[in-house]
């Protein structure tokens, strides 16, 4: 039996306070589903570079593990 493979890339978009991070799954057949997550720094914490960069990416996995456990089997198989 073949193994088979897909691949996650996950953009992260950081604009002032707000991080977007878009997690993309791609199989093998050009099939793709796309997460989105964001986050926003709180007004009174310290300006960090990249501190939103993990929950908004855990929330595009989250929104993609939603996504994905909607679509029926028969969706995934063609």
Known sequence: MEAKQSSIQIYVNEDDDDTTARAVLSTRDDTHVVGV???????????????????????????????????GPEDIAG
């Open 37 to 71: 997550g964001h986050a926003r720094r709180d007004p009174t914490d310290a300006p960090v570079p990249d501190i939103g960069d993990e929950p908004a990416i855990a929330r595009a996995l989250a929104d993609l593990t939603q996504k994905l456990s909607a679509i």
